[in-house]
């Protein structure tokens, strides 16, 4: 698995397309696919932050918009990249 920092993680996924699929204590969560490959991104975490940020529900959403605070890629089960950012 690759630990990468923010300006790697958006150099390679950073065009990915993910969609809003919860929120949950002060974080909201999107997956999406990227050459076959799951994409999690989990943005906020913080309870000033929610009220500054707007989703829509299906709407899909490039990962570099995002102010991302932990993001993982999976093949399969197996993780192959991860940026975490004070987790």
Known sequence: ??????????E????????????????FSFRGEFNGKSIYVSVGGNADDIYRFDVTAGKEYAVKELGMN??????????????????
């Open 1 to 10: 698995m690759s630990k990468l920092n923010e300006k790697e993680f958006l």
């Open 12 to 27: 390679m996924y950073g065009e990915s397309k993910v969609v809003f699929t919860s929120y949950y204590k002060y974080s």
């Open 70 to 87: 932990y993001a993982e890629v999976k093949e399969g089960e197996t993780t192959i990249a991860e940026f975490t950012d004070g987790w």
